[in-house]
């Protein structure tokens, strides 16, 4: 259970951030927290925790996320001086746990039906890892900022340093501090993989007939690759992704043409009508007659704002 | 109602963004949208909207934003080439309307109670506004990031900008796009007033007796001008802010050393006990023993995660 998944919306909302700086021979408390997440990440020295089965030591550059009620403990005290950061953050909506990152890359189309309602996501965060050199300055500068009460256990002081930004100012910190913990796993997924490659051939050829075997071919991979690919980068299959996508352009062209629906069907790849109805129901909910009707009179047909 | 003051958490979420090229003698749709607000910015030429009782002209740079369930329409033809970006999004929680800005500019500092549930605040937005000319660019530039759907009038043609961006990448976007346009009222009120100073001093001497009086011949002001000020800037009267603040160093002080309640009240600039305790009570909603008991037992004497 490697990856924490969290149901947007709603996103997640900083509580408080703070600092904690142990000397050698210190320890992190033994303690469970109700209903906040708390992320931990080591500037310097190294921090030693374990919530069960997790047992970690965490060096400069690392950092932690512990869930809502566990318990959880330092495994070791520090052997040097080890300076850290900690941000309680939560959420309203459901989370779950998984051993892999779970992709949820595609940002949709704007299709009709997304005009108006909330596009669902998950923001899947990794539990521990190491932030690349090249992001801990940015990482850093976020921290620095979410800094609300700082502890030294040398002097036994906390302080507040005094921040004047506004409340709506370090959620948008917090927002961007997660999007810097994110981004790489994201986006490593995606380069190691041809699956932009083949995102954007099916984005340029949707209107034609594409088949998985056809893709296999031509890219000289297994079929099994490209699903697995293409999984691993988007969470969805390559032909999931098309049929979403010729529903998407199907949707339009029944709003803003004449066409009738066979041909729609036909312009979106979807050559054989009752296919075409049967596969634009599972995705809308409703038959391409139905929606044309019932958007064109919604929105005085035109969905433009 | 010059204001839509949403209430956070959640914050706000972002649906779908997209532009609009009208022609002259175009005219914004005649409109009534469920649960979404639509905020419509010009980037050149001239919109013209009306939403009872608020009839704008949209000139380059400026933005107003359509609150949910209210029919709105153009209320003339566009007179040259206007270039437009909306962007709709919603909100799960409560909004209200007001007049005025509704400030909320100060970030509680971490008083224990603070460390595991989060602080609500409002974000006050302009319902219509002029960008700063220094902030367009910035902000411009986060539109382009949330055009997912381009309408043309010259060519009625859609077309969906293919993004590359996740989908927690645009949520993020949207933050940021709202603090661009959240800030310079944030500011401008905390800059004009002398509500800063005002907060630098309490800061720095809450510990000494202060009465409003005594600030006011001290700054030369009214006392109801510092009030205002004060008010404008952060939400709250200086001596609302001054009890707050003592009472979180109270706090602090109670759970961090072994000082008796009479000499925490003393040290925070409460010196009647009886005093120190009945604000304590108004504002944290127990004793100052009563809490320290209930603290120092659930976190094992400290709250440093």
Not at 204 to 222: C, G, K, M, P, V
Request: aromatic share 14%; hydrophobic share 30%; proline share 7%.
């Amino acid at each position: 259970m490697n990856f924490i998944n969290l149901n947007c919306p709603p996103l997640p909302y900083f509580i408080v951030g703070g600092g904690c700086v142990y000397r050698p021979g210190d320890i992190h408390e033994r303690r469970t927290i109700r209903n906040v997440f708390d992320l931990i990440y080591v500037h310097s020295g190294t921090l030693y925790l374990e919530q069960d089965p997790f047992r970690v030591e965490l060096n400069a550059g690392q950092f932690f996320i512990i869930t809502p009620d566990t318990p959880h403990r330092g495994s070791r005290v520090c052997q040097e001086k080890t300076t850290t950061s900690w941000v309680h953050f939560y959420t309203n909506g459901k989370y779950s746990l998984s051993d892999e990152f779970y992709p949820d890359n595609i940002t949709r189309r704007a299709a009709p039906k997304f005009y108006y309602s909330p596009q669902n996501f998950i923001l899947s965060l990794p539990r521990t890892g190491t932030v690349p050199e090249a992001n801990r300055e940015k990482l850093e500068k976020y921290l620095q900022r979410m800094n609300l009460v700082s502890f030294s256990k040398y002097t036994q002081k906390k302080s507040f340093p005094s921040s004047v930004r506004t409340p709506f100012e370090i959620q948008n910190d917090f927002i961007e501090f997660l999007q810097v913990l994110y981004a790489p796993y994201c986006y490593s997924r995606e380069k190691e993989s041809i699956a932009r490659t083949l995102r954007d051939y099916l984005d340029a050829h949707y209107t034609e007939e594409i088949s998985l075997n056809d893709l296999a071919r031509q890219y000289s991979y297994s079929p099994s690759h490209l699903i697995r690919s293409f999984h691993q980068a988007y969470g969805a299959s390559p032909m999931q992704y098309l049929k979403k996508l010729r529903i998407e352009h199907a949707s339009q062209l029944l709003l803003h043409s004449d066409a009738a629906i066979q041909s729609v069907g036909e312009m979106v790849g979807l050559r054989i009508p009752s296919y075409f109805i049967r596969v634009f129901k599972q995705e809308i909910g409703i038959t391409p007659a139905q929606y044309r009707m019932f958007y064109a009179e919604e929105n005085g047909g035109s969905e433009t704002p």
